[in-house]
C-alpha cells in the first residue's frame, strides 16, 4: 500500500517550464522529507532537490534559480516546477520519501523529461 506515483513528465523545448507531481499513499506524509532525484543514462542517480518536514529545501547547484520545490500535506504531494530547463536537465525523474527512522527510503517508479528543440 506504500507507493509513490510521479506525473507531469513529458517533451518539453529548452528555456520551456514543466510541473512535475508526485502523490503519496501509505505514509503519514507530514513525517517524511521528500525529494526529487534525477538518472540520465550512462549517468548515476543525483538528488535534483529536497523538501524537509518544516519546509526547508535543497536544491543541486545546477538547478538553483530555476527549480522549485513545494509539498502540500493536505493532498500528500510534492511538486517540482521546472523552468527554464536545459538540455542537461533530461532524465527520468524520481520521487523520493525519506522515513524519520532507520527505515529504508520509499521510490516512485519515474517519469520521463526530455529536453529537445
Known amino acids: 500500500q506504500v507507493q509513490l506515483v510521479e506525473s507531469g513528465g513529458g517533451l518539453v523545448q529548452p528555456g520551456g517550464s514543466l510541473r512535475l507531481s508526485c502523490s503519496a499513499s501509505?505514509?503519514?506524509?507530514?513525517?517524511?522529507?521528500m525529494g526529487w532525484y534525477r538518472q540520465a543514462p550512462g549517468k548515476q542517480r543525483e538528488l535534483v532537490a529536497s523538501?524537509?518536514?518544516?519546509?526547508?529545501?535543497n536544491y543541486a547547484d545546477s538547478v538553483k534559480g530555476r527549480f522549485t520545490i513545494s509539498r502540500d500535506n493536505a493532498k500528500n504531494t510534492v511538486y517540482l516546477q521546472m523552468n527554464s530547463v536545459e538540455f542537461e536537465d533530461s532524465a527520468v525523474y524520481y520521487c523520493?520519501?525519506?522515513?524519520?527512522?532507520?527505515?529504508?527510503?520509499?521510490w516512485g517508479q519515474g517519469t520521463q523529461v526530455t529536453v529537445s528543440a
Open positions: 501509505g505514509i503519514i506524509f507530514m513525517f517524511y522529507a
Open positions: 523520493n520519501a525519506r522515513p524519520p527512522g532507520l527505515r529504508s527510503d520509499i
Open positions: 523538501i524537509n518536514r518544516d519546509g526547508s529545501t
